[in-house]
């Protein structure tokens, strides 16, 4: 089909009609994700085997091979849906291509080694949309990629794709679409949840000409990948987002800021603006209705400050990439001093939805204060890491439990951090006598109080800001028993303090220097008046950095010392790291369990580990550096971290106790299968 | 502008919209502390020692600062609450940690009472400021510095690290680095001084101390301004908007009723005559060059030196050069003996050399003058009757001896003499300008041959021209003195006001008129008027006269080919009336 621009919003409908009527044929259609994460696991060579196989058995016209963006279960790429029914495959390889063209679309039988088991259940699942962690989650945005090729503006018109963007632009005011968004209640979904209405009727009011739009892709928090699945995956639909916005706010130039990173991002949304350039869908009056609006990509150069909405437009603007202050909002004096809507990719991909089905039917998801789903990315000590979409206010529990299937192993469960670096750490549980000591001593729990279990806490904007964590951009990681609490502080303070731009004194000396007391607490080094000056020196930040870097930066310390504060008070008094973690606190050592089965010697980069075969294996304290290798490997939980000079004590008691393993015992049989 | 109500400390006051809370607390003599602010510059904030705490009247409070929060109604602020405190000792011990205790950290600790920086100190002298960066960028305009590297690796450094090309060597980052991490010392001569507008490497200074007017200039060739477009420092300290760049020399037409020349004398230029070496030995110099160096103004700040900065031990000075000369000036130049008596005394005030007056006849005529001649005689200057005939260097020198032989004739004991002197000092005359014939013509007044303008009468008017309303004043009309000169502009003056105070002129009723419809635009009559009085109307491309000049002398009437001009009581008909009447 030749393209001609579409004129008028009835033009894009009738194309809709003519492409449902030339797809509706009941084609097979085999969806491989081609997102990054499939890719870095070879989706390539899936997709070239996969071509390869139909073309073997003639069957490239019947089945329709589909390269999507990235649907969220990364953990299990690459990932291949076979369509309509929904069977889905993991981890497939290139070799597996053969079995599916033959079993499944040849035979109609599902390939049983490649569908997906529950690790709690030990049950095969067949079917997409019965696989647990998909089922709990509400896939308004991310559920579109797997029936999306981005690189195909009629994948996206067909699932209705610019409808939204034509009625706002010729049945509806710039002004009733920002009441709309103001009455759906759409929070920015960057971190700070500035209520969306707000900001467009602000940036509306405001005198300045010309205006900007602007989406905010530079996505800086280590782990967090949502904006770019969203943009590799679904480009056209941040594209409407943004061209209602800027009909809704009066401005006829946009700005796509992506970190450089993401070259997959950029190329598909290269593609897609072209595309919408040649459909009519962007540029001189946009399908016939007399508005003009134009994009354009700029690449950033990925700093995390860049994030900062007034670093971005500084970088934008083609200057250092340096937050300026901003008691005057962006929305009066942004890019070049002209009003500019900053939004994050999420939050403008939400609109086309808002538009489409109503702000009434948008506002009953969610919560009083928060609404719609967020997209979160889940990893750590969970068995299902990836992008999870959810209704606001669903509970930390269903995330970690129902959509996460728990923490693995044997370990407890600890805590989740969540926010990005500059977040918080919230404790989950409180079972542990430690750490309810520790909340009664710092009134958070009353002493009669038996719990607090944040497990059942709602997952919304005010929630986690209540329990002293935020939303941030959506990281979400969770810890197990494993996790010293000191660390992850240091752990985000170091990672900050290299992000901080260095502007003002609070933020970069004020992060150097926690960052040292920090260092010396897990050296053993660490004194109690650390904790009064990190507590002052937080409250300083707080009130004193320039920006937000700065001014949340001290939340990893502050929610730590909070739920964790006697973790910190066994470093300082004790020397003691609970969770074994400190290098200088801990002795690695062996106990009677060992069975001497060997597979501690090869990781130990000292061998310091002696010991013959099926006898008791002994740790060389002068030689262990407490890397911890043999820890990770030993499957008996044989290898103690205990105190720092502790070792040898261990060491001559399991001497004195060690039997030759007779038997295997029940319990460690099967903790070898 | 409208006013906005604020709270500072318990003062109530108003400021304007847009002001920052710094300025309004200056205004009620609050000072905050700041390290970063510079007021000429767009706040950058990033020091964050000016800290304080907004708050409103339902309770709100923030901590912001103050050198960028803009005011707005109802703002209460609080500049020394603990929190604050707390806030700047923390971010100072903090610098300090890093910083090394230059004075400007030192005065702003005792301030805050801080005595022993819980971090210690530091060895850096950079506290990252951003002055100089952007005095460089908003002031000079340059952009010939930056910060490099992220977080505590921030530095100050310039575009890739290389010397830069785009610094003009202002020195401005230098002088506003509060640290002094930034120095200019090897680049010579080029430091900028502190008050801003006057020093002699100031691109903008009052060129001398009498200058009239009495204000600064712009040396473009020096200023920022005109080399980067930025800056404009000057423009923004001056308190009553003077300063303007774009000031272009300008014509302007002026309506007057009455003109006083007084445009002096030029110098006689000694060049030409070779006998004396002018322009050959650098200690022969003219008295106005002498005048000049004894300017307390001068680059030598006043002091009588020779070209190798030490002082004369001997000078010679040699009257009427170019003046009684046949071949130059005929006449006396009238000023020369007396300024040359008062060189003699001001050289004997200032240094301990020995003065030889080398001239031809001592002209004290004025009021007082003999006396003051008595006295330099007193004062032990040796007064020499006869002309100086020529200055040579000594070829046989004693060092006690100067290096310039001066040659001539003692007439009152007919002797010859030669005098080695360490400097001569030629009394050049006063010669009428170059350019004073074009005034001349202009103003149509007469010049005579030694190029003085002519009185229109020496007795009776001694002040006025054979052009009315055109009046003299000063060396132009003769060589004269100081008193001579301000006693004849008064002259002129009253002249001028007599004309003004009239605010009218009485005219002859004779005066020539061009009838328009005949003249054919041939401007034959513009150049034969002996008044000036006929010019040429480019609109109308017809002559026309101005009747205040026209002294009806029917020159022009005579010589319009067209018979366009008549003389008005003079017209033909009015002489054949008359004719006719003698005649009858
Ligand atoms: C070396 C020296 C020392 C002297 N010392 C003394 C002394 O001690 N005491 C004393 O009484 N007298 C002294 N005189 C004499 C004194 O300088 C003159 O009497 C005096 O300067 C005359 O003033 P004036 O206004 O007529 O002319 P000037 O001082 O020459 O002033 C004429 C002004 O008119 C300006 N001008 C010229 N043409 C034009 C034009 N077309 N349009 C506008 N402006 C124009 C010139 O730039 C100048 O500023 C000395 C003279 C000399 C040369
Ligand atoms: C240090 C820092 C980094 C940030 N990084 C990002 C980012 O990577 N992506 C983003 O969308 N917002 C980021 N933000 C938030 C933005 O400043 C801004 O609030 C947001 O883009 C506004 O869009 P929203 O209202 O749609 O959330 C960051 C903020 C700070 C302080
Ligand atoms: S808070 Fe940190 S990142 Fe933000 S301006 Fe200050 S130094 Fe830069
Ligand atoms: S902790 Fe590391 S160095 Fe120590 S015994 Fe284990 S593997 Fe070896
Ligand atoms: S001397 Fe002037 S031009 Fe050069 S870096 Fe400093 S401020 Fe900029
Ligand atoms: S060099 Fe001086 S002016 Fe520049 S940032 Fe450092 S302290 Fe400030
Ligand atoms: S990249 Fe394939 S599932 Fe995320
Ligand atoms: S003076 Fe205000 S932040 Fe530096």
């Keep these: 089909m030749s393209i001609s621009k579409l004129t008028s919003p009835d033009d894009l409908l009738r194309l809709k009609e003519q492409l449902v009527k030339e797809r509706d044929n009941g084609r097979t259609i085999l969806s491989v994700c081609g997102g990054t994460g499939c890719l870095a696991c070879g989706c390539k060579g899936v997709v070239s085997a996969l071509k390869a196989a139909l073309k073997e058995s003639r069957l490239e016209e019947e089945v329709e091979l589909k390269i999507t963006g990235c649907p969220g279960f990364c953990e299990r790429g690459p990932l291949v849906v076979v369509y309509p029914e929904g069977i889905f495959y993991q981890k497939v390889k290139p070799a597996d291509a053969k079995l599916i063209v033959d079993q499944t679309i040849k035979g109609g039988h599902v390939v049983n080694k490649l569908i997906y088991k529950d690790p709690l259940t030990k049950q095969g699942i067949i079917h997409e949309k019965d696989i647990p962690f998909y089922r709990k989650q509400m896939r308004l945005l991310l559920g579109m990629n797997n029936f999306l090729d981005p690189t195909s503006i009629h994948d996206f018109i067909v699932l209705g794709g610019y409808r939204s963007m034509a009625k706002a632009l010729s049945a509806m005011t710039a002004e009733a679409i920002v009441e709309e968004i103001k009455k759906s209640g759409l929070r920015g979904r960057g971190g700070g949840g500035f209520l969306t209405g707000k900001k467009w009727a602000s940036c509306r009011k405001s005198k300045g000409d010309p205006k900007y739009v602007i989406c905010n892709a530079d996505e800086g928090d280590p782990g967090a990948f949502m904006d770019r699945a969203l943009l590799e995956g679904n480009p056209h639909l941040v594209i409407e987002g943004m061209v209602i916005g800027a009909y809704a706010i009066g401005c006829e130039e946009g700005f796509v800021y992506v970190r450089n990173e993401y070259p997959l991002a950029v190329k598909n949304l290269m593609i897609a603006i072209d595309q919408a350039r040649d459909y009519g869908l962007l540029g001189k009056n946009i399908l016939g209705t007399g508005f003009d609006f134009d994009l354009q990509v700029s690449r950033g150069g990925g700093a995390f400050v860049c994030g900062e909405s007034t670093a971005l437009m500084a970088s934008l603007e083609g200057k250092i990439g340096e937050p300026r202050a901003k008691y005057i909002h962006t929305v009066d004096a942004g890019l070049w001093e002209k009003p500019s809507t900053l939004n994050n990719v999420e939050t403008w991909a939400n609109v086309p939805l808002i538009i489409d089905k109503g702000a009434n039917w948008y506002s009953q998801i969610g919560t009083a204060g928060s609404k719609g789903t967020k997209i979160f990315a889940l990893t750590g000590k969970v068995n299902n890491t990836g992008l999870v979409e959810v209704p606001m206010g669903i509970t930390l529990r269903e995330i970690l439990y129902d959509i996460g299937g728990g923490v693995p192993g044997k370990k407890a469960f600890k805590a989740v951090q969540t926010g990005g670096p500059s977040g918080g750490t919230l404790i989950v549980e409180t079972s542990e006598p430690d750490i309810h000591e520790s909340l009664v001593a710092h009134g958070d729990v009353r002493e009669d109080e038996e719990a607090l279990n944040l497990l059942d806490l709602p997952v919304d904007f005010d929630e986690l800001t209540k329990a002293g964590s935020m939303m941030g951009s959506g990281g979400m990681i969770v810890m197990d028993q494993d996790s010293c609490m000191v660390d992850v502080a240091r752990y985000f303070i170091n990672f900050l303090q290299e992000e901080s731009c260095g502007k003002c004194i609070p933020c970069r000396e004020g992060l150097r220097t926690m960052l040292q007391i920090l260092n010396r607490i897990c050296e053993g080094k660490g004194e109690m008046k650390d904790i009064d000056t990190l507590e002052e020196m937080s409250q300083v930040m707080i009130d004193t950095s320039l920006c937000q870097l700065g001014g949340s930066a001290p939340n990893p310390v502050l929610s730590t010392l909070r739920y964790f504060r006697q973790e910190y008070l066994a470093h300082i008094v004790d020397k003691r790291c609970p969770a074994g973690t400190c290098k200088e606190l801990v002795s690695h050592t062996i106990d009677e369990t060992c069975t001497g089965c060997h597979v501690c010697l090869e990781p130990c980069p000292t061998d310091a580990i002696t010991g013959k075969l099926k006898e008791l294996h002994v740790i060389d304290q002068s030689k262990c550096i407490q890397c911890g290798a043999c820890y990770q490997v030993c499957r008996f939980d044989s290898i103690q971290r205990v105190k720092r000079g502790a070792g040898e004590a261990v060491q001559v008691k399991a001497k004195a106790l060690w039997k030759p393993p007779q038997k295997k015992t029940a319990q460690q049989t099967a903790a070898v299968a | ?194 008050e801003l507008l006057l020093g002699p490497n100031a691109a903008i200074t009052i060129p001398f101390r009498q200058a009239v007017p009495n204000v600064p200039r712009i040396h473009t060739n020096q200023c920022i301004h005109m080399k980067t477009g930025g800056c404009m420092l000057c423009a923004k300290v001056c308190p009553k908007e003077c300063i303007h760049f774009d000031d272009q020399d300008e014509f302007e037409e002026f309506d007057v009723g009455a003109v006083i020349v007084a445009t002096g004398f030029q110098d006689f230029d000694p060049t030409p005559m070779l006998q004396f070496g002018y322009g050959k030995y650098p200690n022969v110099i003219s008295a106005i060059e002498f005048e000049q160096m004894n300017s307390a103004g001068s680059p030598t700040g006043g002091k009588i030196v020779m070209e190798n900065g030490k002082e004369p031990r001997s000078i010679a000075i040699l009257h009427c050069i170019g003046s009684r000369d046949q071949n130059y000036h005929k006449y006396c130049s009238r000023v020369c003996c007396m300024y040359a008596l008062k060189f003699a005394h001001l050289v004997t005030e200032k240094t301990s050399a020995e003065i030889y007056q080398l001239y031809i006849d001592m002209r004290s005529f004025g009021k007082g003058y003999e006396e003051f001649y008595q006295r330099i005689l007193d004062e032990g200057v040796h007064v020499i009757r006869g002309k100086g005939a020529e200055v040579v260097p000594t070829k046989h020198k004693r060092a006690d001896e100067g290096d310039l032989l001066v040659r001539c004739e003692d007439t009152l004991i007919s002797k010859f003499r030669e005098i080695p002197v360490d400097m001569v000092i030629l009394c050049t005359a006063l010669e009428a300008r170059k350019d004073a014939s074009d005034i001349a013509r202009k103003l149509n007044i007469s010049m005579g041959a030694d190029g003085w303008f002519i009185e229109a009468h020496p007795k009776l008017a001694p002040v006025s021209t054979t052009t009315d309303g055109v009046f003299l004043a000063g060396v132009c009309q003769g060589a004269k003195d100081i008193p001579d000169t301000v006693a004849q502009a008064g002259a002129a003056a009253a002249q001028a006001m007599k004309l003004m105070s009239k605010g009218e002129i009485m005219m002859d009723a004779a005066y020539a008129v061009i009838r328009e419809e005949f003249c054919s635009g041939c401007k034959i009559c513009n150049d034969l008027c002996p008044y000036t009085a006929i010019s040429y109307d480019e609109l109308k491309k017809i002559s026309t006269v101005n009747s205040a000049l026209c002294k009806a002398c029917g020159t022009c009437v005579a010589a319009c080919p067209s018979g366009a001009i008549v003389a008005r009581h003079f017209t033909d008909e009015q002489i054949y009336a008359q004719i006719e009447g003698i005649l009858a």
């Design chain 2, 1 to 194: 502008m409208p006013k906005i109500n604020i709270v500072i400390d318990g003062h109530s006051l108003q400021a304007e919209e847009g002001t920052y809370i710094l300025q309004a607390a200056k205004e009620v003599g609050i000072e905050i502390p700041t390290l970063c602010y510079y007021p000429h510059m767009v706040p950058y904030a990033a020091c964050r020692i000016c800290a304080v705490e907004a708050r409103n009247e339902r309770g709100w409070t923030k901590v912001v600062t103050a050198c960028n929060y803009p005011v707005w109604e109802g703002l209460h602020v609080h500049t020394n609450t603990p929190r604050v405190l707390n806030a700047r000792r923390m971010n100072l011990e903090l610098l300090l940690s890093q910083s090394k205790p230059v004075p400007v950290l030192q005065k702003l600790a005792d301030d805050l009472g801080i005595t022993e920086p819980r971090w210690g100190y530091g060895t850096d002298t950079c506290i990252k400021c951003g002055l100089c960066v952007r005095i460089c960028d908003e002031v000079v305009g340059a952009h010939a510095l930056a910060f490099g590297n992220r977080g505590v690796d921030r530095e100050i450094t310039t575009p890739f690290h290389l010397e830069s090309e785009d610094c003009i060597l202002c020195g401005a980052c230098a002088r506003y680095c509060p640290t002094g991490h930034i120095k200019m010392t090897d680049i010579e001569g080029r430091i900028l001084h502190s």
